[in-house]
């Protein structure tokens, strides 16, 4: 059974920085993407950055709203994505969530919860 437990989250002044953590165990298949999303209270859950992987090179996507503040990356050896989140707003506060895609199935973690106070 695959589990996500993501840390890191929590409350930072807004041009504050937080990093993201989401370990995977029990992973049997092959990894197809990993990533983050976020959903805020009241709103859609949406696509923060994702690593989609090839067979030669990662391919990395970022939503418009963080596109040059945050940096998604991987670990192999630990089975484990970050996400670096860099210049934050009041507007990034939400719940943050892991995701990976194995094989045909698609898992999330439990969600960890980031506040950017004004």
């Known amino acids: 059974q695959v589990q996500l437990v993501e840390s890191g989250g929590g409350l930072v002044q807004a041009g504050g920085s937080l990093r993201l953590s989401c370990a995977a165990s029990?992973?049997?298949?092959?990894?197809?993407?990993m990533g983050w999303y976020r959903q805020a209270p009241g709103k859609q859950r949406e696509l923060v950055a994702t690593i989609t992987i090839g067979s030669s090179t990662d391919y990395n996507y970022y939503g418009d709203s963080v596109k040059g503040r945050f940096t998604i990356a991987r670990d192999n050896a630990k089975n484990t994505v970050y996400l670096q989140m860099n210049s934050l707003k009041p507007e990034d506060t939400a719940v943050y969530y892991c995701?990976?895609?194995?094989?045909?199935?698609?898992?999330w973690g439990q969600g960890t919860q980031v506040t950017v106070s004004s």
């Open positions: 029990g992973i049997s298949l092959s990894t197809i993407a």
């Open positions: 995701m990976r895609r194995v094989g045909g199935s698609v898992y």
